[in-house]
T-cell receptor, first 113, second 113 residues
Framework: NAGVTQTPKFQVLKTGQSMTLQCAQD?????MYWYRQDPGMGLRLIYY???????DKGEVPNGYNVSRLNKREFSLRLESAAPSQTSVYFC????????????FGSGTQLSVL | AQSVTQLGSHVSVSEGALVLLRCNYS??????LFWYVQYPNQGLQLLLK??????LVKGINGFEAEFKKSETSFHLTKPSAHMSDAAEYFC???????????FGTGTRLQVFP
């Protein structure tokens, strides 16, 4: 029962470097999400994908790009990392629909120096 | 726009005491409301949700929440706190006609022996 798998778990970047956070789910879910968690600010939605082939901006999309590679995988890319992007990133998935619960991965702790 | 306000970033209770975590929402359409819990170094897990029907909803681990439309509230309660309840709790609202889930800033619950 893997559920939602995120890689890597930890990453340190220098300002200006790029990287891609990977997320995969094995529950045949339609919707996938990327959130960032910062102290005192809760979870903020970066991007989400309601179904394969579609993506939409969330609350804080600037500085990020996403790819819904197929139904299972949803990646988050930082093209030019900035210290303000230091955060814990969570991927989540759901069957689809407003009333469905989200299943979360265990998170990626990213530090940008 | 939909939003969630959690009153109190930290709540401390003694073991066996009542737990009350407050959540107020703003929504232009009938809301779907959720409480999630996050244990240290883990992703979030669903505690309970309100979609339609009965306004008092019961969740896992003895938690329950009551949807009060007139007060735009969805407070989380548990009659008797246990040490294992120490965690961070997030209220969330599902927005409009999309699958976006907007989270509050979280309440950290401490339980003292």
């Amino acid at each position: 029962n893997a559920g939602v798998t995120q890689t890597p778990k930890f990453q340190v970047l220098k300002t200006g470097q790029s990287m891609t956070l990977q997320c995969a789910q094995d529950m045949n879910h339609n919707s996938m999400y990327w959130y960032r968690q910062d102290p005192g600010m809760g979870l903020r939605l970066i991007y989400y994908s309601a179904s394969e082939g579609t993506t939409d901006k969330g609350e804080v999309p600037n500085g990020y790009n996403v790819s819904r590679l197929n139904k299972r995988e949803f990646s988050l890319r930082l093209e030019s990392a900035a210290p303000s992007q230091t955060s814990v990133y969570f991927c989540a998935s759901s069957v689809q629909g407003r009333n469905e619960k989200l299943f979360f991965g265990s998170g990626t702790q990213l530090s940008v120096l | 726009a939909q939003s969630v306000t959690q009153l109190g970033s930290h709540v401390s209770v003694s073991e066996g005491a009542l737990v009350l975590l407050r959540c107020n929402y703003s929504s232009s359409v009938p809301p779907y409301l959720f409480w999630y819990v996050q244990y240290p170094n883990q992703g979030l897990q669903l505690l309970l949700k309100y979609t339609t029907g009965a306004t008092l909803v019961k969740g896992i681990n003895g938690f329950e929440a009551e949807f009060k439309k007139s007060e735009t509230s969805f407070h989380l309660t548990k009659p008797s706190a246990h040490m294992s309840d120490a965690a961070e709790y997030f209220c969330a609202v599902s927005t409009g006609n999309t699958d976006k889930l907007i989270f509050g800033t979280g309440t950290r619950l401490q339980v003292f022996p």
